[in-house]
């Protein structure tokens, strides 16, 4: 069988595309809301996650479903990298903290939403891999760095948006910390066994407000 096109892959892209927006749809009474904004759609389209995943699970890339990328980690669901992002809602003007790199689709999708995206990474193989992926398709606004991602990044805070992609107890203090005033976080909270996808805004005066989404089920965050 001959290889696909990027024709091919594109339409692949559409028609994940559309099973977000089913997705979605079906679960439009938990959500409080029946589609994901425009621009979050736009990226996921846009985004060749074929390139984000070891090649022996390429072929299920567009596929709705998380894939494994080694060292016991996967890269999550197309929906949940478009919620997630959906409920961060970062803008061209802001600056973005992702916690979990992983090889980079979740920071590629943020790359062409955001102003600035800072990754910090556990798994070093991870860091330079999503490296140098986001530098070849030419995401130029992302800074990577290998390390304990519950400490956030310090020299670049405060930050606009925090969005973390692997489960805690509870939100880590220093990201609390390094979150602006009127900033928000996206992260899955809870036990192994009750996780929920949760926002938490910080108001003004610095008072958080949180709100859950839906249950979810992530790998813990790994600190050093």
């Given at each position: 069988m001959?290889?696909?096109?990027e024709e091919h892959l594109a339409v692949l892209r559409r028609h994940m595309v559309e099973m977000i927006a089913i997705h979605t749809d079906l679960a439009s009474e938990e959500l409080g809301k029946a589609a994901l904004d425009a621009r979050v759609m736009a990226a996921m389209r846009r985004i060749p996650r074929h390139l984000f995943v070891p090649a022996s699970v390429a072929p299920y890339?567009?596929?709705?479903?998380?894939?494994?990328?080694?060292?016991?980690?996967?890269?999550s669901q197309p929906f949940i990298v478009a919620l997630m992002t959906d409920l961060l809602a970062p803008q061209p003007y802001e600056a973005v903290l992702e916690i979990g790199t992983g090889l980079g689709?979740?920071?590629?999708v943020l790359a062409g939403l955001a102003g600035q995206v800072w990754s910090v990474e556990i798994v070093e193989e991870f860091a330079s891999s999503a490296a140098a992926l986001l530098?070849?398709?030419?995401?130029?606004?992302?800074?990577?760095?290998?390390?304990?991602?519950?400490?956030?990044?310090a020299e670049h805070a405060p930050f606009d948006k925090i969005l973390v992609t692997?489960?805690?107890?509870?939100?880590?203090p220093a990201l609390l910390k390094q979150l602006k005033p009127g900033g928000r976080l996206v992260?899955?909270?809870?036990?192994?066994?009750?996780?929920?996808?949760?926002?938490?805004?910080?108001?003004?005066?610095?008072?958080?407000?949180?709100?859950?989404?839906?249950?979810?089920?992530?790998?813990?965050?790994?600190?050093?």
């Open positions: 001959k290889p696909m096109t890339a567009y596929q709705d479903m998380p894939l494994p990328i080694g060292f016991d980690k996967t890269v689709y979740q920071t590629a530098q070849g398709l030419d995401l130029s606004n992302v800074g990577i760095r290998v390390g304990d991602g519950s400490r956030g990044w692997a489960a805690a107890e509870q939100a880590p992260l899955p909270l809870g036990s192994e066994e009750a996780q929920f996808l949760t926002v938490i805004d910080k108001d003004a005066a610095g008072q958080l407000v949180t709100r859950q989404i839906i249950p979810v089920r992530f790998s813990r965050l790994e600190t050093a």
